[in-house]
């Protein structure tokens, strides 16, 4: 009896965060396919602003910008994060610590004050643009790279290295297959959480931007005056749908290999 | 000190010298000659008047968006990116002419400049005295949106508001300056008033209304009144129109005693170096066919008096569009920019939020 009060109180806990968490996202996924602009009149079902979305150049060229954003930042941070999570491993320990404590403070820094100081920085030497947001979030994507790389190089087994140099591997052929798959993991998470971050961002974008440039962030901070357009919703539900579906993907993989391990027990 | 650490402060500081060297040009540099910066609110422009500008004349238009006023104030101070053109309201407006950031505009060689009324060259008045620095853009209202299936007879008055009959059921602005003008207007003041007695008599009205009020919105309040969750809300003419298309029981209505009218305009600023292709730019907006498509993209009130021709015929009466001279008589401009009234009216509108 008192078993199954516990078991029913764990049960609605759990449903009640899932409802909080997801409920919101579930009015927009809604509202994206309401045949009236209003939020609070519902006229009708209609993907009118899945088609519009195809043809608002706008929404298109913001999304473009975003995604090459999130991968150029992503992908160049990524080499420098692991050349510098290399680099840091290999000091003496008050270097070391040094080092970490300057990473560290970027990512605990308030993003305002990083975008602030961003665009004054910039302004120095180059006018504000595309360019000028890639560099920003660059710089906040490199410590969360090297948080995620640095672990992994400690781990690293230097000896296979050794071993393959004695074997007559040159430097560099040593270093692509021998150190860079030791590192593989941590730089795959390393590269998704810059990903995130540099999607996400909006208050250094907001700063460093120059004009003409927006991302999908900005864009929608924009169109806060007038209301926001049921386009964004569709979009949005497409995004969620995605990442959703990847996520499935992804857990469906683990899932399986567990069963299989299992199954092998 | 360690080898390695000097090392690597001594590589990143070459990093830094050499991304500050092979940056492409200074920022103080204006933008190139065959490029215009324009600086607007959101959703502010129909995208395709911009493409149709560039295709027109190959001057290319680098378009920037803000929400206030005040921010727009701020990143055009910052001189982060040098602006040529921007749309702002009117007391922002007038504060700008006061310091000087707006040059004035060549209105000799404007075509079709004709297009925008009188009654909005009068209403620029009272932030451009002599209509040199600024060309009207859209323009609106303040006043109540009700609910005709809840209030019974016509509302011709701010009283409503305040006289407890429509107690819990009422939306007000939650802006300060909304607040205030329209209770400043029921009062019988203007609502650029500095005198602090008529601004204490108006915060107590205010208070006293406070009980009555439901809620304090902003874009929400329209919302609320196509829901039917409130009996009446004060918004701006152009939400009026909008509430009006979602629910057809109701109306917009501007009190007799008067409201503020309010005006987004156009001007140049003082860095701006092409100033022919910026007053193409304003010239453009007034054209016919390019004002028709910003009215139908924004459905503001526009000043451009060949857009009512333009439209079928149900829109021509609409009254929130298309409101009589006799409508707005009573109406004002705000240009209040005298720093320490806004304080204290900030001041009391944070106390009467905390009572």
């Not at chain 1, 078993?3 to 996924?29: C, E, H, Q």
């Not at chain 1, 790389?149 to 087994?157: A, G, I, T």
């Amino acid at each position: 009896m008192v078993d199954k009060l516990t078991d029913f109180i764990s049960r609605f806990y759990v449903a009640i965060i899932a409802v909080f968490l997801y409920a919101p996202i579930a009015v927009l996924i809604v509202l994206s396919f309401n045949k009236s602009r209003s939020r609070v009149v519902w006229e009708g079902f209609t993907l009118d602003w899945y088609i519009s979305l195809i043809h608002n150049r706008q929404i298109q060229s913001a999304l473009m910008t975003t995604l090459a954003l999130a991968f150029l930042s992503a992908f160049i941070s990524l080499i420098i994060g692991t050349a510098a999570a290399l680099g840091i491993s290999s000091m003496k320990r008050r270097s070391h610590r040094t080092m970490m404590v300057l990473t560290n403070i970027p990512m605990l820094n308030a993003d305002i004050v990083t975008g602030i100081a961003l665009m004054l920085w910039m302004i120095q030497f180059m006018p504000l643009g595309f360019n000028s947001v890639l560099l920003s979030h660059i710089t906040f994507n490199i410590p969360y790279v090297i948080l995620a790389v640095l672990p992994k190089v400690k781990m690293m087994n230097l000896s296979i290295y050794n071993a393959g140099r004695d074997l007559g591997a040159g430097p560099l052929r040593a270093f692509f297959m021998l150190i860079l798959p030791q590192l593989k993991d941590g730089m795959l998470s390393g590269f998704f959480m810059a990903f995130t971050m540099s999607m996400d961002d909006f208050v250094i974008t907001y700063f460093t931007k120059g004009a003409g440039v927006n991302t999908l962030s900005t864009m929608i901070y924009g169109e806060i005056r007038k209301g926001i357009k049921p386009e964004m919703y569709a979009l949005s539900t497409i995004i969620f749908t995605v990442v959703f579906g990847v996520l499935l993907v992804a857990n469906g993989n683990t899932i399986g290999t567990k069963e299989r391990k299992r199954g092998y027990e | 000190m360690n080898k390695k650490f000097c090392v690597a402060v001594i590589s990143m500081v070459l990093t830094g010298l050499l991304l500050g060297g092979c940056a492409e040009s200074p920022a103080s540099v204006s933008s190139a000659p065959d490029t215009l910066t324009v600086f607007n609110y959101g959703e502010y422009m129909d995208p395709d008047v911009i493409e149709m500008f560039t295709k027109e004349t190959g001057i290319k238009i680098k378009y920037e968006e803000a929400v206030t006023p005040e921010e727009m104030y701020t990143k055009y101070k910052a001189g982060a990116i040098q602006y040529d053109l921007l749309c702002t309201s009117d007391y922002m407006l007038k504060r700008l002419i006061e310091e000087g950031e707006l040059q004035e505009v060549d209105f000799s060689s404007f075509e079709y400049k004709d297009n925008i009324g009188d009654k909005y060259w009068e209403f620029s008045k009272a932030f451009d005295p002599d209509n040199k620095y600024t060309l009207p853009y859209f323009w609106g209202t303040i006043g109540i949106l009700y609910d005709t299936t809840k209030v019974k007879e016509p509302v011709h008055s701010w009283d409503v508001l305040f006289n407890g009959e429509y107690a819990g059921d009422i939306i007000m602005q939650n802006s300060v300056r909304d607040a205030f003008m329209i209770t400043e207007k029921y009062l019988g003041y203007s609502l650029n008033t500095t005198d602090k007695e008529e601004i204490q008599n108006t915060y107590d009205t205010l208070l006293k209304q406070k009980p009555d009020v439901e809620a304090y919105l902003v874009d929400e309040a329209r919302d609320e009144v196509v829901a039917g969750n409130a009996a009446m809300a004060v918004v701006y003419s152009g939400e009026a129109y909008l509430g009006h298309e979602f629910n057809e029981n109701l109306a917009y209505v501007i009190p007799d005693e008067g409201s503020n009218v309010w005006l987004d305009s156009w001007g140049i600023t003082k860095n701006c170096a092409n100033k022919e292709a910026a007053s193409k730019f304003l010239d453009f907006l007034c054209r016919d066919d390019v004002a028709l498509k910003n009215f139908e993209y924004i459905y503001y009130l526009t000043p451009n008096e060949t857009v009512k021709g333009q439209l079928d015929e149900e829109l021509q009466n609409d009254k929130t569009l298309f409101p009589d001279d006799k409508e707005t008589e009573n109406c004002e401009v705000c240009t209040l920019t005298d720093p320490e009234t806004n304080t204290l009216l900030n001041d009391l509108w944070k106390e009467l939020k905390a009572n």
